[in-house]
């Protein structure tokens, strides 16, 4: 099995939504429109095997110092074979690339993230336009029972 990691397409939209949509219903990612997705799709890297779409996730700039991940996803069937881990070591090669010093997640598998290099920090020190911008489009708000993670590049 090859896992393919590829930038986004403007195309892969339709795709990346379909495959988010049973964790965007039971409130584990924040939905995202296809509009909010086109806006930033340099964020979004993918992993295909054989053609098919089977995870993603985005890094997304919060300032010239830290950017978080966002929205990773691993298909049904296709966890447990390494592709999320593989998402977060694109997306981290690009924050260093990029200069960035810091990343961060709101994740409930804090032990995956942990496994990844990943520490756990206080919500309260997460930036305060992060949880305006996001959290208060979700569901759990104000009651969040994600772990905020940083990892220092």
Request: aromatic share 8%; glycine share 6%; charged share 30%.
């Amino acid at each position: 099995m090859k896992v393919e990691y590829l930038k986004a397409k403007l195309s892969d939209i339709t795709k990346m939504r379909e495959l988010v949509l049973p964790e965007v219903q039971s409130g584990v990612i924040l939905e995202r429109s296809e509009d909010e997705i086109a806006t930033n799709i340099r964020s979004y890297m993918l992993a295909f095997i054989d053609g098919e779409l089977v995870g993603f996730t985005a890094l997304h700039i919060h300032t010239a110092y830290l950017a978080e991940i966002r929205s990773l996803i691993v298909k049904e069937g296709f966890r447990g074979k390494k592709i999320g881990e593989g998402l977060i070591y694109k997306a981290l090669d690009e924050a260093k690339e990029l200069g960035l010093q810091r990343v961060l997640s709101l994740t409930y598998k804090q032990s995956f993230f942990e496994r990844l290099g990943f520490v756990e920090i206080p919500k309260e020190s997460l930036p305060e336009h992060k949880i305006w911008a996001d959290c208060i489009k979700c569901k759990h708000f104000p009651v969040c029972n994600e772990v905020s993670l940083i990892k220092n590049l």
